[in-house]
């Protein structure tokens, strides 16, 4: 391996060396590290095989070389992390780790595929590179993942309140993770790890780390003492009576419920900066603001000691929400000179409420500009199925399609459930250089599709489509990117009315798509037969489909090219469509489009706990009937197009940004957080990738439509595989971090 050295910079031999050694001793997401290990591995044996140190003075390949040395050291850190770092800790990470993993070999992988290896290597050495080369890029598909162990010691580590089960779980997977110590030794290091955690989390300013530590460090003094019942002697009470600390030993406090005295629960609490917890009765905001004034004042460590923390959840508290308050008073310069007036400024009502249509916690008191941010914040990072969070300034929607034939398309159409008039191969399409394009931000990266985090993810759990054909569309390429990780047994497909259930029996998941083309009722609902030219909606009727919504965990919602008829828009006032006599006014379709927009946020308010489910709104799809708009010949459309239109600020004619205007104005008054898939700018320019002529048509066509295609060619639809599995990898991303 020295050749490998000089090739790829002096350090690379060491780092490779040391990510296979680091692997073997990993105690966390060991496969995911020995998988990593080998790809490292195989890329070491490509450059070794070049044999030549002229790489490095070539200034094609110098930069991409030295790009590689900093991946492989990213990768060192990551796989070190799983080596040194707390098992708690790594286990809590989850899904956020194997994206790393996932993150850290394609950044391998590009800056490998950016060296023009086989174009500068001489001739007689192509057949010793060639067979290496395929190895690596036979590697690339590789899906790291979590084992069934640690997805269950996942789930158990992370809940607030743990069964004897959970905690057997626990110990059973940390005994193994630590061999060679006996099960409290090992939970001492766990601690020990967790605090040095806590220190770096608190340096670097980060509440939410902190918050996930403290979790787990009470996990480690909790794992192996679960009682069957939780017993909250003080859950109805106002007041607490705190018993004397003792300076002298890390003293146990005995905290006793004032109407009912003979119940009583001991919990270990360290005592603060001044040994001062004397016998006072406090009612619960006095017991949370007499801490924040010894904090505001005497910049005391409250907010790490155990009397934080124990108050906390005595009080059901949000882990860090006082921390983020006190910074946020502090920053902003709005000191005041008074204890009294901090009582009044941190006066909440500590416990959690929720009104009939927020699911927020409310708190009495939201007085300046500093607590509405805060209030924000908190809202913000309430979003359901998070695991992680994209780098800052990150704008997924923004960048360029760029070439890959490696990784790309993600399955092909053999997958059962694609609809005819989708599968373009099948139907004598001649190209097909539109299946292997990527979406890539210009600032950052999206992870790769992972279908086993989506299916553990949707385990017990429904995820809704609903709208017009387009979203049914992106419904058929989330199920096949998810159906070949399922064996044939253990999946179906049923379709009842305006419904479809794909169903994922082994994860009781269920992936749904639901007709609904307006969300309002209309006189298109046929889930058949809608093709109607005078379409007519009925206003406030939303609940006509919304009561088969209910109940779902993540809704997919679009509604766009039924509205767009070029006239105004009917509007069934009163009545039902069933009714002789029928008060139909129109509108324009701005107003009826914002009329919609308006009734779907009123049902998500009534119908979604934001705590637990998560709501996405599919913008416009594009279509390309119009040649002109990208400088084509007149009265051409997509018909023949193989390549895509490369001017970044095309912008098609058939998109309205009025209508842009009105969902970007309503969704701003959303209390449901609504996140918005923003597809238009990247789909238009992908007039390559409709279905146009290859598909099965909807009825025989006739000698003049067969005479001239552009004539019933689809500009609208897209082929599958293709653009909308881009759609979904961006909806992925969006789900698990946003």
């Known amino acids: 391996m020295e050749d490998f050295a000089q090739v790829a910079g002096v350090n690379a031999l060491g780092v490779i060396n040391l990510i296979i050694a680091a692997s073997k001793n990993a105690t966390t997401h060991k496969r995911n590290c020995e998988q990593l290990a080998e790809h490292v591995r195989m890329i070491g044996n490509l450059l070794e095989k070049l044999k030549s140190t002229d790489l490095m003075k070539l ?49 391998i992988d590009r800056y490998l595929n950016l060296v023009p290896l086989i174009s500068i290597v001489h001739d007689f050495r192509m057949q010793d590179v060639h067979e290496s080369l395929e190895a690596v890029e036979g590697d690339y598909h590789c899906e790291y993942t979590l084992d069934k162990e640690d997805i269950e010691a996942h789930r158990a580590v992370l809940k607030p309140d743990r069964s004897k089960k959970d905690a057997n779980v626990l110990e059973k997977s940390l005994s193994r993770r630590y061999p060679d110590l006996r099960f409290h030794e090992a939970l001492e290091e766990e601690k020990e790890k967790l605090h040095l955690e806590l220190h770096l989390s608190q340096a670097n300013n980060d509440p939410k780390q902190c918050r996930i530590i403290e979790h787990l460090i009470d996990v480690t003094q909790n794992v192996v003492n679960v009682p069957d ?20 030993k890390v003293g146990q406090v005995q905290m006793v419920n004032v109407s009912q005295a003979e119940h009583q629960e001991k919990s270990k609490w360290q005592t603060d900066l001044f040994d001062c917890c004397s016998e006072p009765c406090l009612s619960r905001e006095h017991a949370l603001n007499d801490l924040l004034t010894y904090s505001l004042f005497c910049g005391c460590c409250c907010y790490t000691c155990c009397v934080r923390r124990s108050l906390r959840q005595l009080f059901n508290i949000e882990a860090f929400y006082v921390y983020r308050s006190y910074l946020g008073f502090i920053c902003h310069n709005k000191m005041v000179s008074a204890p009294e007036q901090h009582v009044h400024f941190w006066g909440m009502r500590l416990s959690r409420e929720e009104d009939d249509s927020t699911s927020i916690p409310v708190y009495e008191a939201l007085n300046s500009s500093t607590d509405v941010e805060i209030f924000l914040l908190r809202k913000k990072e309430k979003l359901a199925f998070a695991i992680g969070e994209r780098e800052e300034g990150c704008d997924v929607f923004s960048g360029s399609w760029v070439w890959d034939n490696k990784s790309r398309p993600l399955y092909t159409e053999n997958c059962p459930y694609i609809q005819p008039q989708l599968t ?25 599709f992972n279908a086993t985090l989506m299916l553990e993810s949707l385990r017990g759990k429904r995820m809704l489509f609903v709208g017009d054909s387009l979203n049914r569309g992106q419904f058929v390429s989330m199920v096949c990117l998810l159906q070949q990780h399922i064996p044939d047994n253990a999946k179906s497909m049923e379709t ?28 298109a609902d046929d889930a058949v037969i809608h093709r109607i030219t005078d379409r007519v909606v009925r206003k406030g009727s939303i609940n006509k489909h919304g009561k088969k919504w209910r109940g779902a965990d993540i809704i997919v919602f679009n509604t766009y090219l039924w509205w767009m008829t070029g006239m105004p828009f009917k509007i069934l006032q009163k009545g039902s469509f069933k009714d002789e006599v029928k008060d139909i006014v129109e509108v324009s379709t701005e107003d009826a489009y914002r009329m919609t927009m308006k009734s779907m946020v009123r049902w998500l308010k009534k119908n979604m706990d934001s705590n637990k489910s998560r709501v996405f709104f599919t913008s416009m799809s594009p279509s390309h009937y119009k040649s002109m708009d990208w400088g084509g010949e007149a009265e051409k459309n997509c018909y023949n197009e193989t390549k895509m239109i490369e001017d970044a600020s095309y912008w098609g004619s058939d998109c309205s940004k009025n209508v842009m205007q009105v969902i970007r104005e309503v969704f701003s008054k959303s209390e449901v957080p609504i996140t918005f898939l923003n597809i238009t700018q990247l789909s238009s320019y992908r007039k390559d990738a409709h279905t146009s002529i290859y598909k099965k048509q909807w009825s025989p066509l006739t000698p003049e439509q067969l005479a001239n295609p552009v004539s019933y060619a689809d500009c609208t639809h897209w082929c599958l595989p293709g653009l909308q599995d881009t759609w979904n990898e961006l909806l992925f991303t969006k789900l698990f971090y946003p």
């Not at 909250?232 to 009576?241: C, E, F, G, V």
């Not at 373009?424 to 790769?448: F, K």
């Not at 009315?497 to 083309?517: C, H, M, Q």
């Open 496 to 523: 009842f009315g305006s419904l479809t259930v794909f169903t994922a029996k082994d994860y009781n998941a269920r992936i749904e798509y639901y007709w609904a083309p307006f969300l309002l009722e209309s006189n």
């Open 424 to 448: 373009c191969q099948q139907h004598g399409r001649p190209d097909n250089d539109y299946l292997y394009w990527t979406w890539q931000p210009h600032s950052c990266s999206i992870p790769s």
């Open 229 to 248: 019942e939780k017993f909250l002697a003080l859950s109805a009470q106002p007041y607490i009576r705190t018993g004397l600390v003792s300076a002298a």
């Open 59 to 107: 200034s094609a390949t110098a930069e991409p070389l030295e790009g590689l040395d900093a991946a492989l050291g990213n990768a060192l850190e990551l796989v070190n992390s799983c080596r040194e770092k707390s098992y708690f800790y790594m286990l809590a990470m989850g899904w956020s780790v194997v994206y790393q993993f996932q993150r850290v070999q394609t950044e």
